[in-house]
């Protein structure tokens, strides 16, 4: 069921066109060395935003104190919010019809994801 819903994602959902500019932003953002772990927080984002099915997020354990605070407050700030608020978008358009309703969901998954994204591992 998960491949399915992956498939209709790329197609439907825009996953493709999510992915592409989550990679985009990651490219960008690693190409100064303080962007480096936004960078990868995007990347992170990229695949997640492919085939969002059949992923779990979850906190970490955390080793590195209120390191993942400060960069989550840092990313909200430069961008995370706008993010979120898209994917919040998004998922109002589609829980519309009751085909997209899954598909709402994953913009749901995706939107906690994009806005604090440090301290948060994706299983799956």
Known sequence: MNTIGNLLWII???????????LVGGVLLCLTIIGIPFGLQCFKLAFVALLPFGKEIVDRESTSGCLSLV???LWILF???WI???????AVLCAITII???FAGQHLKLLS?????FGKEVRG
């Open 100 to 102: 997209g309703i899954p």
């Open 79 to 81: 961008g995370g919010i």
């Open 71 to 73: 960069m989550n407050v």
């Open 12 to 22: 439907l959902g825009g996953g493709i066109f999510l992915f592409l500019e989550y």
């Open 84 to 90: 979120a608020l898209t994917h919040l978008v998004f």
């Open 113 to 117: 994801l994009s806005f604090t994204p």
